[in-house]
């Protein structure tokens, strides 16, 4: 009974954490908009479900604010009361307690907090507003309002809950009926009376919703992940030994069928992999609706006006993705409203709109996830920051000279480079900034910067869409083997010796009349490639990172490839671009190159 129990609460839990996540940014929604009827219904429906759960497993905490704020939202839906700041400042500190006390259930701490205070702003909230409504008169309304909706009222409101966010189970509908028989004190509906054929329906149709989605502990997916990255590395294997078969024993009847075989293998494989990534997949909007409440808080606090703008929301990350980028765009997003963009009044000055923008967007490109947050406030103070670094003794004054914008930007990730000095002397843009590189870089991604002084800044997070398996291209650099992810290489070529030119002691190439520049992988990874020397066609692979497109000359291109990322203790990419390791068909054992980091140290180099 205990465990059946357990699992109720943390169904519970569960629920009224998607709940909460689901109405904080529609509060800041209905605040921009003014009075939505909609977005109203929303939240209402919402706070009724939470409270009725929450009464029937005995949490009254809950229960007291959810249902004066769902009182709130009632008068709010029907007219009866005014849409005001003070009254959305008092619902949301609200929200923040409901947060807090369901924290309290999930951890089983047994903690109490003293709710008082906020149940007696929200009484006193409401009470002022319905007697403005009323002119001054007492607030009648107000005090009906504390009998919660009839039985016949709330089923039908959970009902509709239920086939708009196909997410509450019956364990919380059972909740809510059995929390309005105790409290209600109307009669209810009399249990002979025949169900409509409508009805009927309509709860068939909600159980084969409960049915159709089902809860499954996160660390049951990441096994079978794994368990699938294993049978990618062996489906590798078995393809490179048929292949090898097959080149031996040519016509062999056992062989022909074991080619089938591998073959069938290899496209299950890749479904199965796919269908396991999806199981991972979730909307990133789970990250990004947080951010409204955020934005709205702050730029009160500091007396800006500030609007927030929001993209691409339905994109689906993998679900590292959304437990990592987080503090990443916590950091960037508080420093925007924090330091770069200006009051009103200076604003204005500059011939700017008087409110401020924040555009945060979120996109699928091929097998990369791109993530922006822009602003259209002061811009990165690039001399400002180069004059901390030679301060710090990160640079001299000789290389900040010869430094291009986009290295002096890139200082700002190093760690401890921001000061309370700095932020006010270049728009604080180094605050936190190597939490998002750090965080980033675990995500195999890389982070770049685009900024214009009195323009504004755009931060761009770039991401694999899956972070175990993905494409590679194997080269051989000297007698050495690496993999290289496919999503950073444009395309592959086998040039003439005579075509490489030398600009300024940097190698060139002019593709399609373009001319990029040229690097050695061998020189930058320290690998001997004496026969490189003499050879007189070279393989080059062209890469595209970012917003810099770059070639590397190998020795050998050995194809694409699935790997599987095993990630290696005491290694960090940061430091040495490598990301991991993984095993090849033919059994060896190579290292991952990470571009990002590689490319940034080769320009930076060049740069100097």
Known sequence: MADEMDEIISEFVTEAEETIEKIDPMFVELETKGHDKDILNEIFRGMHTLKGAAGFLGFQQIVDVAHRSESIMKKLREGEIALSQELMDVVFQSVDVLRSLIHHVKLKDGVEEDISGITGRLDLALDTAVSAGMGGAPPQAAAEESIPPKASEATAQDSSSVSQEQQPSQSIEVAEAKHEEKQDKKPAKPASAPAAPEDTVQQISKEKEVVANLRVDVNRIDKVMDLAGEIVLARNRLLNLAAKLDASYSGDKNVESML??????????????????????????????????????????????????????????????????????????????????EFSDER????????????????????????????????????????????????????ALKMS???????????????????????????????????????????????????????????????????????????????????????????????????TKQKVLTIRGRVIPLFDLSEILGVRNRQMLDTENRYLLVALVGDRRFCMSVDELLGQEEIVIKMINGIESEECGILGATITGDGRVVLILDLAVISRNIFTTANK
């Open 260 to 341: 089938e075989t591998t073959a069938f293998l290899d496209r299950v494989t890749s479904d199965l992999q796919l269908a396991v990534m999806k199981m991972r997949m979730q909307p990133i909007q789970k990250v990004f609706g947080k951010f409204p409440r955020m934005v709205r808080d702050m730029s009160r606090t500091l007396g800006k006006d500030i609007d927030l703008e929001m993209f691409g929301e339905e994109t689906e990350v993998d679900k590292t993705v959304i437990e990592n980028i987080g503090d990443p765009l916590v950091h960037i997003i508080r420093n925007s409203i924090d330091h770069a963009i």
């Open 348 to 399: 204005e000055q500059k011939g700017k709109p008087k409110k401020g923008r924040i555009i945060l967007s979120a996109e699928q490109k091929g097998t990369q996830i791109i993530i922006e947050v822009a602003d259209d406030g002061k811009g990165i103070d690039v001399e400002a920051v180069k004059r901390k670094a030679i301060k710090n003794g990160l640079i001299t004054e000789d290389e």
């Open 405 to 503: 914008d986009d290295s002096a930007i890139n200082l700002i990730f190093l760690p401890g480079f921001s000061t309370k000095e700095v932020s006010t002397e270049l728009s604080g843009r180094g605050v936190g900034m190597d939490v998002v590189k750090t965080n980033v870089a675990k995500l195999n991604g890389y982070c770049e910067v685009m900024t214009k002084k009195d323009v504004g800044s755009t931060f761009r997070i770039s991401l694999p869409l899956t972070l175990a398996i993905l494409q590679a291209m194997m080269v051989r650099i000297g007698e050495e083997y690496y993999a290289i992810p496919q999503t950073m290489i444009e395309e592959t070529l086998r040039v003439k010796k005579s075509d490489i030119k030398d600009v």
